[in-house]
């Protein structure tokens, strides 16, 4: 019986064919298909171990960029030619996280075993959704799996962009008014009471700023602790209120899109991921009932979500796509008129990849202006702050020049 263990990477000793040592590592779902694998590039394998992990080096997360490296690079592999088994082994090597490394691992030795790749998939739900392993599933049985990985890849990496594309423009502001708020926090704790100790023994009435000033000294000095324990306690319950809470969830996704700046860039973003779906979706041959229902699933957002699941509702009684789309008073006229162009021409796929691209794009600009617009909005707020306790700090010292030098 074979020795198993673990899917993971294997450290090997031996000779090649010219008879000289050779050594380095090699992932594999176990010691005899390493072996085996070995033999076919002409290795004669002396020592084949799994390769330890290190004591106190913490696992990189998989995340959801991992996941769009991974089916680009199988979509590569499986233009090149390359089979899909040793697909799997070619691409876990170049990953970095070792969690992702196991998890291909494991999925080579489920398709090595003869399950199709789409049931393969499906075993690591967290990381493969319904509409990733539908799209597998759908190339597999057409027998057109590279062409349905490559539509996937591009599907994946076009959502990563646009996060990465909203995460960019409210990661600088929010790290600009962090660190306003632990400035003026350490002024007002630290510095602030090193004056009031000097004013003290002017003996004189301080103006009515610096009073006030010296007043909100004396508050954050005394629940300053506090107000740390409330802030992470506030993002700590909102994070748990979301996950736990449907009806909270659903009113924020509201919320949101009613935020000035902020919910027009979050709406074209919905907006073009439900183009992007529909026609990754409807190219693969899915039903148009099916793939509403797997738009619905990746919307992102309830509103949308819920009108789209009313779009299949409608669409499933007759109604054409675009009138149902119309009837919700959601959707821009473009995005409409784009798939009633699809829907009579036939070329319903071609449409939504055409409004998505442009969604897409107006998304990156609005990104690049809202950065724009509040890079000097953000550096004004600091002067502000910052400025307005430095002059409630100096306006008692000045006043004191003026009496004496009177």
């Known amino acids: 019986m074979a020795t198993t263990s673990q899917p993971g990477l294997y450290l090997y000793k031996g000779k090649n064919k010219e008879g000289k040592p050779v050594q380095g590592e090699m992932s594999g779902a176990n010691i005899t298909i390493v072996k085996a694998q070995l033999r076919k590039q002409g290795v004669m394998a ?44 070619i691409v876990a090597e170049g990953m970095e996280s070792e969690k992702m490394k196991e998890m291909i691992g494991e999925i080579q030795e489920d398709v090595s075993s003869g399950m199709g790749f789409a049931p393969a998939l499906r075993k690591h739900p967290r990381y493969f959704d319904d509409l990733f392993c539908s799209l597998i599933e759908a190339g597999e049985q057409s027998g057109s799996l590279e062409t349905m990985l490559d539509r996937v890849a591009v599907y994946k990496e076009k959502g990563e962009q646009l996060k990465r594309k909203i995460k960019k423009a409210l990661t600088y502001p929010t790290a600009v008014i962090v660190v306003a708020v632990v400035v003026t926090g350490i002024l007002l704790v630290k510095v602030v009471p090193v004056f009031a100790e000097t004013f003290t023994s002017f003996g004189a009435d301080l103006p009515a700023f610096t009073q006030l000033v010296m007043n909100f000294s004396e508050f954050a000095q005394t629940w300053w602790l506090a107000f740390v324990a409330a802030t992470i306690g506030t993002v700590v319950a909102f994070r748990e209120a979301r996950l736990r809470s449907q009806t909270f969830s659903d009113n924020v996704d509201k919320i949101t899109l009613k935020i000035p700046i902020v919910g027009g860039i979050v709406f074209e973003a919905v907006i073009s991921r439900f183009a992007r779906t529909l026609s990754t979706t409807f190219a ?106 430095l002059i409630a700090m100096y306006l008692p010292i000045f006043q004191l020049g003026q009496v004496v030098g009177g």
Do not use: C
């Open 284 to 389: 693969a041959g899915v039903p148009l009932i099916e793939s509403l229902t797997s738009v619905a699933g990746a919307a992102g957002n309830a509103v949308f979500r819920d009108a789209t699941l009313q779009i299949r509702d409608d669409v499933s009684t007759g109604l054409q796509l675009n009138t149902a789309m119309r009837a919700t008073g959601l959707f821009p006229t473009l995005i409409i008129q784009l798939t009633a162009i699809g829907e009579e021409s036939g070329s319903l796929d071609e449409m939504m990849e055409k409004a998505a691209v442009h969604y897409e794009e107006s998304v990156d600009n609005q990104v690049d202006n809202l950065t724009v617009l509040l890079e000097p909005m953000i550096m004004s707020v600091l002067g502000v702050l910052v400025g307005g306790l």
């Open 46 to 89: 002396s020592s084949v171990k799994k390769k330890p992990k290190p004591l106190f080096k913490r696992s990189k997360p998989i995340q959801p960029a991992d996941i769009a490296t991974f089916t680009r690079q199988m979509a590569t592999m499986m233009k090149a030619g390359v089979p899909l088994v040793q697909s799997f082994e």
